[in-house]
């Protein structure tokens, strides 16, 4: 996994595609899933949190200060 961090604005932050590390190093996906909504990956752990379903009920709920957009390629292997 390749990571370059950016910053960014709030609300440019949590979109569905996006990467974000958190401030004790965990590293999250924000995924659509089909009629279940919007959640998160984390990536570090492999675990899978709650549907929301709308993004806003997602960053109502995730959202933290000290979040950070990354630029990450994910290769799978």
Do not use: P
């Amino acid at each position: 996994m390749k990571i370059n961090f950016k910053d960014e604005k709030t609300e440019d932050i949590y979109k569905v595609g996006n990467v974000i590390k958190d401030r004790d190093g965990c590293i999250y996906l924000i995924v659509e899933e089909k009629e279940l909504g919007y959640t998160v990956v984390n990536l570090t752990n492999n675990e899978i949190y709650e549907d929301y379903d709308t993004m806003q009920d997602l960053i109502n709920d995730f959202a933290k200060e000290g979040q950070t957009l990354v630029n990450a390629k994910l290769t799978i292997l």
